[in-house]
């Protein structure tokens, strides 16, 4: 493809094939991208996805599958999915980024176990789930407004916490800044930070340690 190299060799190196990153895509693009990774590997992940994009590629792969809320595009092999990966949100507005996260970590092998709506405004509920997050191999925490949940979370388990800010949240929050500023600066040990609204990035590097805690 000459709008294109695909990096055919990454599943080698990687353990996990490329993925692609639909939006802003032309539409005949992303359908011959979809089809040769297809053809290539039995299966294709894709995030940022259109339903009007899912339409498209529809046509040439129909078995493929999308979500809405998580807006993953994806056609999966069936697989034994291994570990335990906890996705914990603030707030039910963070589950977009939850769900880009879950669907891709389960798409790459991995268990995951969704802890929603249990943010620092009504701490209890999260101290609720503090067991279930314990037996984790890795969190990832989301949340928008100020983004408190990844520091809270940290202080209470020794698992590793991803954080995720999220654009949830009002004018001073900058869509986002506010809650990834936050993240960064946490003094709570062992909290690594994702871009704003990044779920996929989360879910790739907690598959990656909870691959290495299964070995």
């Known amino acids: 493809m000459e709008f294109a190299k695909l990096d055919t060799d990454r599943e080698l190196r990687q353990n996990v094939a490329e993925v692609v990153f639909c939006e802003g895509k032309e539409d005949e693009h992303l359908v011959k991208i979809f089809r040769r990774l297809y053809e290539q590997n039995g299966q294709v992940l894709g995030t940022r996805a259109s339903a009007h994009q899912y339409d498209l590629v529809k046509e040439v792969i129909p078995e493929v599958e999308y979500n809405e809320t998580s807006r993953i595009l994806k056609v999966e092999k069936e697989k034994e999915l291994i570990g335990n990966i906890a996705i914990v949100t603030a707030g039910t507005a963070d589950i977009k980024v939850a769900e880009e996260a879950a669907q891709t970590a389960e798409f790459l092998g991995a268990k995951v176990n969704r802890v929603f709506d ?20 890795v969190v990832i925490a989301i949340a928008g407004m100020e983004g408190a949940l990844a520091s809270v979370i940290a202080g209470l388990v020794k698992n590793p916490v991803i954080a995720v800010p999220t654009s949830v949240g009002y004018g001073a929050s900058f869509e986002g800044l506010s809650a990834l500023l936050t993240m960064i600066n946490s003094c709570a040990n062992g909290v690594t930070v994702v871009n704003i609204d990044n779920g996929y990035g989360a879910a790739y590097s907690a598959v990656q340690i909870n691959r290495l805690a299964e070995e």
């Open 118 to 137: 249990v943010g620092v405004s009504g701490i209890h509920r999260l101290l609720d789930k503090e067991d279930e997050i314990r037996e984790a191999n």
